[in-house]
């Protein structure tokens, strides 16, 4: 599985780097910079939080779980 770096979600999406850092560390991503990468699957979480604004499902029931 290939990885996508932080700061090329923020290209593709038109966000800055520290916000994306800001989004996927509220999903629970354990990121640093931005050029820290994920895998294509939490990318694409990522993206989908930023556009949406909504915790995508497979995190919001890791954080339920949790709770």
């Not at 999903?27 to 294509?40: P, R």
């Amino acid at each position: 599985m290939a990885k996508v770096r932080i700061h090329e979600i923020a290209k593709d999406s038109g966000f800055e780097s520290k916000d994306v850092l800001a989004k996927a560390r509220e999903l629970g991503i354990d990121v640093k910079t931005a050029s820290s990468s994920v895998d294509e699957e939490v990318a694409a979480a990522i993206y989908e939080y930023l556009q949406t604004n909504k915790i995508p499902e497979a995190f919001a029931k890791k954080e339920s779980k949790s709770k």
